[in-house]
């Protein structure tokens, strides 16, 4: 079975500063890994996903990950925060055998980050 | 915008009664997936759909079920709802040969 560990549940900091989100995962198998930003009162939105070749990903809002298969990890970082980017991120995995076209998700806990002005 | 719909956004309903929850995937889509909301669990899958057919389950309750229909919409119903079944339920679609599951905005139930 899969699971998701999301290290930290808020993470304040200030405007302009760089951020790292963290994010480990368990699994036996190989994995597809995803960020997703959910907003106030809004829905999920993906910001970057791995499924295979470059460890190092780039997503929207520039924001990247970096996929790290011996520590099982794959930390969220954005060098400059704006006051924009306060919401909620969600790490999450599938297996990418799980059948063509399926992404049935294990997400982690969240973390709330909050930009100070 | 997603390209999913949910209706309805918000569900206000007493303990006791049932429900149904309605999604569009995105047009091409057959991947139908259910997910619930909590601030206790979090956000946890509860089933998936593709093409009609159930495919994948997860920690669905037994008083929840769902099915997707012809023209690939799925709805979601929930049944003797008990106060705890308060959350966002979020639906999600994928493509056959896509990459991501793409998210709506999600039905806010609260039951009284």
């Known amino acids: 079975a899969q699971s998701v560990t999301q290290l930290d549940s808020q993470v304040p900091v200030f405007e302009e500063a760089p951020v790292e989100l963290r994010c480990n995962y368990s699994s036996s198998v190989s994995v597809y890994l995803f960020w997703y930003v959910q907003y106030p009162n809004q829905g999920l939105q993906l910001l970057l996903k791995?499924?295979?070749?470059?460890?190092l990903v780039k997503g929207i809002n520039g924001f990247e990950a970096e996929f790290n298969k011996s520590q099982t990890s794959f930390h969220l970082r954005k060098p400059s925060v704006h006051i924009s980017d306060t919401a909620e991120y969600f790490c999450a995995v599938s297996d990418p055998h799980s059948g063509a076209g399926s992404y049935q998700l294990t997400f982690g806990k969240g973390t709330k980050l909050s930009v100070i002005p | 915008d997603s390209g999913v719909t949910q209706t309805p956004k918000h569900l206000i309903t007493a303990t006791g009664q049932r429900v149904t929850l309605r999604c569009s995937p995105r047009s091409g889509d057959l991947s139908v997936y259910w997910y619930q909301q909590s601030l206790d669990q979090g956000l946890q899958f509860l089933i998936q759909?593709?093409?009609?057919?159930?495919?994948a389950k997860g920690n669905i309750l037994e008083r929840f079920s769902a099915q997707q229909f012809p023209d690939l919409h799925s709805e979601l119903n929930l049944s003797s709802l008990e106060l705890g079944d308060s959350a966002l339920y979020f639906c999600?679609?994928?493509?056959?040969?896509?990459?991501?599951?793409?998210f709506g905005q999600g039905t806010r139930l609260t039951v009284v």
């Open positions: 999600a679609s994928s493509a056959p040969v896509g990459t991501e599951a793409f």
């Open positions: 791995y499924l295979s070749g470059s460890t």
């Open positions: 759909y593709y093409n009609g057919e159930e495919r």
